[in-house]
């Protein structure tokens, strides 16, 4: 059974990566930052409160993050195993998840954490482009689309994500230094990390999660 963390600062590739993962080893993407960019497209009362923090490049509050991945997890489709992208993020996100995972015999077996120095973060923050309809990743200069502005896999427009600018980017890396970078330590005690070279292409990452997590 695979029950997966992918960890890293903003920028690391966690969403490109993910979505690797997931269709190699079948596994349901979990990505909270999608959830709540849904949400807000869907204009829920869920989506303004994750917009009032996400804009600012701050955390949403934990009690809301864990009850909404609380719920996803105990779905049927996690019983195969399931792919964490962006959660937990937070000491508390960590000690509920594992509680959860406890409660529904579900426990991490394994966290990945993409490594890359802050330098390349925000070249790769501020380049990325994201498909409106599908969600696909892009970079204008080291992810290009067949055609400009034109997701490949299904023709939806490019547009870059609300909080990739470097002033909000400032505060997600904040956020992640002082409140998400304590996980490592946290999961290094159960033995669960292993660090991946997030600056390799996507295939050699692949390659080196293929050893990992086998084939
Ligand atoms: P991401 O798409 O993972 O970069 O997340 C985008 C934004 O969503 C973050 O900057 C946070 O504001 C919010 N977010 C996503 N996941 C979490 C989480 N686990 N805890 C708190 N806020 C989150």
Known sequence: MLNIILMGPPGAGKGTNAKRISASYKLPHISTGDMFREAIKNQTELGM??????DKGLLVPDEVTIGLVKERLA???CKVGFLLDGFPRTIPQAEAL???GEELARPITHVLNIVVPESVLVDRICGRRVCKTCGAPYHVTNLKPKV???CDLCGGNLVQRADDNEETLKSRLNEYHHQTEPLIKYYSNFNLVHDLDGTKSLDSISEDIKSI???
Do not use: N
Not at 49 to 54: D, N, R, T
């Open 75 to 77: 779905k049927d489709d």
């Open 213 to 215: 997590l086998g084939e």
């Open 98 to 100: 594992t509680k959860i």
């Open 148 to 150: 400009d502005g034109i």
């Open 49 to 54: 409160l994750a917009k009032s923090y996400m």
